[in-house]
């Protein structure tokens, strides 16, 4: 049949018709070939940059490195603040085969419980299988070691190290060095704002306070890239470059933290606070406030609980007294009362006047008493400041008058911030004026003057303004900032900051100077100085002043009785010194809220720690509760 | 079979296995070249290899045992191959195993096949068979008819649905169709209905997730992540293999999984990738003599049955070999077309081999024939 058809058809014709059709498809695909071409051609070459650009895109992926944070020293190398390998159990979830196995097998091992699970399978959740997940964080010595000994049975499980800050001086030093923390949402807002979020993109911890806070620019260090390779899935396949970080600087501070401690032990049981000051150059030796608190718990994240309890407790442990405690300055400041007096002329060396136990204004009906009730007798300038006669200072600040008061004190740094390398830094209250205009919307009254000439009143100080006040004294006029860096290291070289200073006091009469620290020399070292008793028998020479602050204002008639007072409402005890006299060293402050008299409390306290500065001494407890004041 | 014994020296050995040497040595050259790059694109996993070795194989041993057939037993058969196919079509739609999706398996109980896979060839031949009754060129009604026997199994494989099987089966037969001979005014006719179509195509026939292929062809860059991921990074890969290529095992977009169906549907992108321009064109060579000792098979075979038949698997090859480096460069929508020969996977390769194993036997009994 076939063959039959076969023979019927023109066979010429439908190969030649199949010939010219077979053409048209050759033309037709070359046609198509040429189109393929093409765009293979703007692919491979016309846009060759741009996809080259975009495959490395894919896979490669620039990772930040963080910088090591810098340590931080005292002013004898002892490290204050460092970075510890912490070591965490990480779980590699997909290279367990059977991970609640494993899981149950580690809570038998080193007793994880079902919290720690439970977090660990929330964290695990939202992560890429091949992600370390920790189990638990904080690892303990023994805890490494116990897990290192059975690692074999746990395939994809592992103890990591990582770097994380450290405080091994605790307590001691939380306030003035501050700690590390997560950064928060704020930081990161305050990072972007500052253009330095890059720098931080590997970073998990900021300085949230104290010197950690003030100097992190310098701590932090400048963040490295790590240039890697990954897959579809992000994994890393290998590194292609790297470029390492610059660590953060090595601190030294002028803090001795023997010297510390030391100060931490005298105020045990109190609030208050205590700074030493080197007199030569405004660096601090120790700044210390109690009560304290841990600040290693904020480093690796409070529990709330925990914060709670720093937030709620009375006694305020949060706040860093030394430098936002805001108390009157009581009479610790009647020697730069007494300063001011000379300088305007107000009084002469040879000014007396008779102290009866008060002071009255006339036209004023109330009366203003003396501390003893009856009186000094005849006192001049520099027996008013040892004995600490209130009348002669009522009487010279009136007659002074308040303009100039806030102007001179204000040059001593009242009223301000000090200017110390720390955040937090209250500025207190120098009254003047306009400043009780504009608080109170009140006319000031002759009768503000003669409470601020005792320093209570409306004026309030920080310790650390006070501080400085008296190292400017000492120096006579030359103002020193107190700074608690001293330097840093440069390439394994302590580099030691300028002291920071700010134009001196030029007084019309220098001698007054010299009246003034003589009454305050006067006060430890002559037999009826308010200090005398606190510092009988020292090998070295100081001075200083004692203040008792009225926390509540009494009526004239009233008696103070501390042992009536509720606890809150009893007196400040305040001392300012320095020693030694001729050539001082150090200056020191002492506040403590509610303890009662500043000679009797503060004074012990200050003559303690310049028996450690002095002589080294272990300091023992000298009881002296019946010190004058 | 007498006279080639008289005439030793004018059969080779080539003729008696019934085997095309330059066909067989440009599907080897191909075969080895897909092995290579899906070395690569695996992931160097030898079990792989060896998979496709096998496949490869059974594959060859199919093409080497059509060879043997004579053409005038495909003729005798188109027909009958044809209506159990079909009936095969629609067995697949109302019991058909479903996979990835789709409606194409058909379960025998000892073994699972996809029907529209034979389809490739009884369409061609059915067509070939039908057209080749009449002298050629075909009439209207023969076209018509023609069109009919066309259409019928291409819309029962774009309704399981897989539309890149029912465009190559639809342009098998319209290849037969062409090569017999109808008329350009036709041509044109036709080609105007077909936009017509188009249309209706794609407000009734088209499935959601096929219209939003060809919306993401239009534009990938709309939804980088989502559907028009696959044709970035595609694009991606064969760009930055730039003139000469990243190097076999080198491609970064590949090595590293950027690219989807790597050694399967995408195999192209890999290839480009690591081979660059050069290697492109040396492929597209390699394909052109497949393609043109194909059409010179089927000019010289005597029959008209064969002379379609052969020209259509020739073009169908082709058409594979276009959509797919047009679908993975981003000149096609993605239609699930493997690069012919190179990619990873066995059904579609054992049809390709089946048909070359037609086209040597048509080319070894053309000679035989055409020394009467």
């Known amino acids: 049949m076939a063959r039959k058809r076969v023979i019927i058809r023109d066979h010429t014709a439908e190969a030649n018709l199949f010939a010219r059709r077979t053409f048209f498809t050759l033309v037709g695909i070359a046609l198509l070939i040429s189109l393929l071409i093409s765009n293979l051609y703007y692919l491979q070459v016309t846009r060759h940059t741009d996809y080259q650009t975009r495959s490395n895109g894919n896979r490669i992926k620039v990772l930040p490195v963080a910088p090591n944070r810098g340590l931080i020293y005292d002013r004898n190398g002892i490290l204050l603040a460092e970075n510890r390998p912490s070591f965490s159990l990480e779980i590699i979830p997909e290279q367990v085969e059977d991970l609640d196995a494993t899981l149950a097998e580690l809570s038998t091992l080193l007793g994880i419980s079902a919290d720690e699970i439970e977090d660990f399978h929330h964290e695990r959740k939202g992560q890429r299988r091949f992600k370390p997940v920790a189990l638990r964080t904080r690892l303990s010595e023994q805890e490494v070691a116990l897990f290192s000994a ?48 890059e720098n931080y993109a590997a970073t998990h911890n900021i300085g949230k306070q104290g010197v950690e806070k003030f100097h992190e620019s310098l701590l932090h260090g400048k963040v490295g890239y790590q240039e890697v390779e990954v897959n579809n899935q992000g994994r890393i396949i290998r590194t292609l470059d790297f470029k390492p970080p610059v660590p953060g600087e090595d601190l030294v501070l002028n803090i001795d933290v023997r010297l510390q401690q030391v100060v931490r032990q005298q105020l045990e049981g109190y609030r208050g606070s205590v700074i030493v000051i080197d007199a030569r150059d405004g660096g601090v030796l120790a700044l210390y406030s109690n009560p304290s608190y841990d600040p290693n718990l904020f480093v690796h994240g409070i529990s709330s609980k925990d914060y709670r309890a720093l937030l709620q407790s009375p006694d305020r442990p949060l706040i860093n007294r030394a430098t936002q405690g805001q108390y009157p300055p009581a009479s610790t400041v009647k020697p730069h009362m007494a300063l001011l007096g000379l300088e305007q002329g107000v009084i002469t060396p040879q000014t007396r006047m008779f102290d009866s136990g008060s002071y009255a204004l006339k036209n004023v009906e109330r009366k203003w008493r003396d501390w003893k009730k009856w009186g000094h007798g005849w006192v001049d300038v520099t027996r008013a400041i040892e004995v600490s006669c209130d009348t002669f200072f009522y009487d010279m600040a009136f007659r002074t008058g308040i303009d100039k008061i806030s102007d001179m004190m204000s040059e001593l740094g009242f009223g301000d911030y000090t200017g110390i390398d720390l955040y937090e830094e209250s500025d207190a209250t120098l009254p003047s004026r306009g400043w009780k205009k504009a608080r109170y919307n009140q006319a000031w009254y002759p009768g503000d003057t003669v409470n601020v000439g005792i320093g209570q009143g409306l004026w309030t100080t920080t310790p650390l303004q006070l501080a400085k006040s008296v190292t400017t004294l000492v120096n006579r006029g030359r103002r020193f900032v107190p700074q608690l860096m001293r330097g840093r290291y440069v390439n394994g070289e302590l580099v030691i900051n300028e002291p920071k200073e700010l134009p001196p006091i030029q007084l019309r009469n220098p001698e007054n100077w010299e009246i003034v620290l003589d009454a305050m020399y006067g006060v430890v070292n002559r037999e009826h100085g308010t200090g005398h008793k606190a510092f009988k028998g020292t090998h070295y020479v100081s001075a200083g002043k004692t203040g008792t602050a009225q926390v509540v204002s009494m009526a004239e008639d009233e008696e103070y009785d501390a042992a009536k007072m509720a606890e809150h409402l009893r007196d400040n005890a305040m001392y300012i010194g320095f020693a030694p006299y001729d050539n001082p060293e150090i200056v020191i402050t002492v506040a403590m809220e509610n303890a009662g008299g500043g000679g009797s409390q503060a004074a012990p306290i200050a003559r303690r720690v310049m028996d450690y500065y002095f002589d080294g001494a272990k300091p023992e407890l000298v009881l002296n509760n019946d010190a004058a004041q | 079979m007498l006279r080639s014994k008289l005439e030793p020296n004018r059969r080779s050995l080539w003729q008696r296995l019934h085997i095309d040497p330059w066909l067989l040595l440009g599907l080897l050259i191909l075969m080895g070249t897909g092995l290579v790059v899906i070395y690569s694109a695996g992931g160097q996993d030898m079990d792989l290899i060896l998979r496709q070795v096998i496949r490869l194989g059974l594959a060859l041993g199919v093409m080497f045992a059509l060879a043997q057939v004579p053409p005038s037993f495909f003729m005798r058969v188109s027909i009958y191959f044809y209506f159990a196919g079909i009936l095969m079509l629609v067995a697949v739609l109302l019991v058909g195993d479903i996979g990835k999706g789709a409606q194409r398996w058909l379960d025998l109980g000892f073994m699972r096949f996809q029907p529209s896979e034979i389809m490739k060839l009884t369409v061609p031949m059915m067509l070939a068979w039908y057209i080749s ?240």
């Open chain 1, 150 to 197: 059975n690692q074999h049975r746990f395939p994809g499980v592992a103890v990591e190290a990582r770097l994380t800050r450290h405080y091994p001086q605790g307590e001691v030093l939380t306030h003035m060095l501050g700690y590390v923390a997560k950064i928060n949402k704020k930081d990161l807002q305050k990072l972007t704002e500052a253009g330095e979020e």
């Open chain 2, 133 to 372: 009754r009449h002298h050629l060129p075909p009439r209207i009604w023969q076209i018509i008819v023609g069109f009919l026997l066309l259409l019928i199994p291409t819309l029962l494989i774009a309704k399981q649905p897989d539309l890149g099987t029912s465009l190559l089966i639809a342009s098998s037969g319209i290849f037969v169709i062409f090569l017999a001979g109808i008329s350009w005014r036709l041509i044109t006719t036709a080609a105007l209905l077909i936009s017509g179509f188009v249309p209706i195509l794609w407000m009734f026939l088209m499935q959601e997730y096929q219209k939003q292929r060809v919306l993401t062809f239009l534009n990938p860059e709309s939804d980088p992540l989502g559907s028009g991921y696959h044709i970035i990074q595609s694009k991606i890969a064969i760009g930055s293999g730039g003139v000469s290529g990243k190097g076999w095992l080198q491609g970064t977009q590949s090595q590293l999984e950027f690219l989807p169906e790597r050694h399967t549907d995408f195999i192209f992108a890999v290839f480009s990738e690591e081979f660059g321009l050069i290697g492109i064109c040396l492929l597209l060579c390699l394909y052109c003599v497949i393609i043109l000792r194909g059409m010179i098979i089927a000019m010289r075979a005597q029959e008209a049955y064969s002379k379609l038949l052969a020209g259509s698997i020739t073009l169908t090859f082709f058409v594979y070999v276009f959509v797919n480096m047009g679908m993975v460069s981003g000149l096609l929508p993605v239609v699930g077309v493997p690069l012919p020969l190179v990619s990873y996977g066995g059904t579609s390769m054992v049809t390709l081999l089946a048909g070359f194993g037609m086209l040597m036997a048509i080319s070894t009994q053309k000679r035989m024939m055409s020394r009467e």
